[in-house]
C-alpha cells in the first residue's frame, strides 16, 4: 500500500505559502490554521485542476507545482479578504 504524493506535497507547498503570507504580513494572529488550511486545500486542488488540465511545467511527479502555488495564494486571499469583512475582535478588558 503505498500514499499518494499528492497529500504531502500539498502539504509542503501549502506551509511555503502560509510561510511567505506571515513574512509579508508581519503576524497571522489566530488565524494562522485557518490560513494554512485554505493554503493546503487550495494547493491540493490547483495540482488536481492542474493534472485534468495537463500542466507539466515544474511537476513532482504528477503534482504541477505553478497551479497548486496559484490556487493556494488564492486561498490564502479568500482567507484573508473575509477576515477582513469579517466582525471585529473582541475589546480587551480593561
Do not use: H, Q
Not at 491540493?44 to 515544474?58: C, E, P
Amino acid at each position: 500500500m503505498t500514499i499518494d504524493p499528492g497529500l504531502p506535497i500539498a502539504l509542503l507547498v501549502g506551509l511555503g505559502c502560509t510561510s511567505v503570507y506571515v513574512l509579508l504580513r508581519g503576524n497571522a494572529g489566530s488565524r494562522l490554521p485557518l490560513i494554512y488550511a485554505a493554503a493546503v486545500l487550495g494547493a491540493w486542488a490547483g495540482a488536481w485542476i492542474g493534472a485534468k488540465v495537463g500542466i507539466r511545467f515544474l511537476a513532482i511527479g504528477e503534482f504541477p507545482l505553478p497551479p497548486a502555488i496559484v490556487t493556494a495564494g488564492l486561498g490564502i486571499g479568500i482567507v484573508a479578504i473575509l477576515a477582513t469583512l469579517g466582525p471585529a475582535g473582541r475589546e480587551p478588558r480593561p
